[in-house]
């Protein structure tokens, strides 16, 4: 199943909500490029909900953790909703 990814705003923070597999080549490039753009915007708080995800690779996992450099040095956070041991 390809990553299916929304945003939606709570307050102050974005909420990126994903169903799917996060994989090289596929999902991992669509992580990274709502993350980048939210960023680019000015969102300095993002919550990344994985209720949805079935699989998430290294490559995920290392926009994951870009994403959350990238933010702190910017005083954001980048927080994780709903992590499964499946994941």
Same mark, same amino acid.
């Given at each position: 199943?390809?990553?299916? $990814?929304? +945003? %939606? /705003?709570?307050?102050? @923070?974005?909420?990126?909500?994903?169903?799917?597999? =996060?994989?090289?080549?596929?999902?991992?490039? =669509?992580?990274?490029? +709502? $993350?980048?753009s939210l960023?680019?915007?000015? /969102? %300095?708080? =993002? &919550?990344? !909900?994985?209720?949805?995800?079935?699989? =998430?690779d290294s @490559?995920?996992?290392?926009?994951?953790?870009? @994403?959350?450099?990238t933010l +702190? !040095?910017? %005083?954001?956070? &980048?927080?994780?909703?709903?992590? +499964?041991? %499946?994941?």
């Amino acid at each position: 199943m390809p990553l299916i $990814l929304t +945003t %939606r /705003h709570i307050s102050d @923070a974005v909420v990126v909500d994903l169903a799917g597999r =996060i994989v090289l080549g596929d999902g991992s490039g =669509i992580l990274r490029d +709502t $993350l980048r753009s939210l960023g680019e915007k000015g /969102h %300095r708080k =993002i &919550l990344v !909900n994985f209720g949805g995800v079935a699989y =998430i690779d290294s @490559a995920g996992l290392g926009e994951l953790v870009a @994403a959350f450099v990238t933010l +702190t !040095n910017k %005083r954001g956070q &980048l927080k994780l909703l709903n992590p +499964t041991e %499946r994941v």
